[in-house]
């Protein structure tokens, strides 16, 4: 089965400072995907960014990028010039590529972002 | 194009009922998935639809259970009600049923309390 570890429960950044959130995960599948997703207050899960694990180069959206090292296992998230709109809950979370758990998803328990002014 | 649209929005039963949740899809999408989001075992994936078939399910008791129709709206039904299933319960379509790299768009939740 796969698993998703956040080990940070909580965080906390200056605005327009940078932060790193992290994740790890098991698999013995080699067809998967990656995705941080954001959950404010109001509860509305949005996208933040995808990576395809057979993809070398690290995914960027704007100011959220993410640090990918298949080998380790690892797929961290860092947000530059935080912003206040940036507090929420953040999910990283794996999905099976393909075979019998094609589109099954995994989730981490979340890391609570908290951005200071 | 309307997001995903889940009905109720708030739901309050007793225990030993059974409820009954509605997803909506975005218009086109053909896969809808459902997962349970309590504080205490965080989000977990109940089961992905795909053209009215159940393409994959997670780790849950039967009295889970869900089916979608040929307009791509999906239910699911919780029967003989517990106190642990009170949770947010989320559904999230996505344009076909692969790749799995495709976006999934999320609803609001039905917030389920079960007394």
């Known amino acids: 089965a796969q698993t998703v570890t956040q080990s940070q429960p909580e965080m906390s950044v200056q605005e327009a400072e940078t932060v790193t959130l992290s994740c790890t995960y098991d698999?013995?599948?080699?067809?998967?995907?990656l995705f941080w997703y954001k959950q404010p207050p109001s509860r509305q899960m949005i996208l933040v960014i995808r990576?395809?694990?057979?993809?070398?180069q690290n995914a960027t959206e704007n100011r959220f990028s993410v640090n990918f090292q298949k080998a380790a296992k690892s797929f961290s998230l860092k947000i530059s010039d935080s912003q206040l709109g940036d507090a929420a809950m953040y999910f990283c979370?794996?999905?099976?590529?393909?075979?019998?758990?094609?589109?099954?998803?995994?989730f981490g328990d979340g890391t609570t972002l908290t951005v200071k002014p | 194009k309307a997001g995903v649209t889940q009905t109720p929005r708030y739901l309050i039963k007793t225990r030993g009922q059974q409820v009954t949740l509605s997803c909506s899809p975005i218009s086109g999408h053909r896969s809808v998935s459902w997962y349970q989001q309590t504080p205490g075992q965080g989000l977990q994936f109940l089961f992905e639809?795909?053209?009215?078939?159940?393409?994959n399910k997670g780790n849950f008791p039967g009295r889970f259970s869900g089916r979608q129709f040929s307009n791509s709206r999906s239910e699911m039904n919780v029967s003989t009600l517990e106190l642990g299933d009170s949770a947010l319960y989320l559904c999230?379509?996505?344009?076909?049923?692969?790749?799995?790299?495709?976006?999934?768009?999320f609803g609001p939740g039905t917030r389920l309390t079960v007394l």
């Open positions: 698999t013995s599948e080699s067809d998967y995907y």
């Open positions: 999230a379509s996505s344009s076909t049923g692969g790749p799995p790299a495709n976006e999934q768009f």
């Open positions: 979370a794996y999905r099976s590529g393909g075979g019998t758990n094609a589109g099954k998803s995994t």
């Open positions: 639809y795909f053209s009215e078939t159940q393409r």
């Open positions: 990576q395809e694990a057979y993809k070398q």
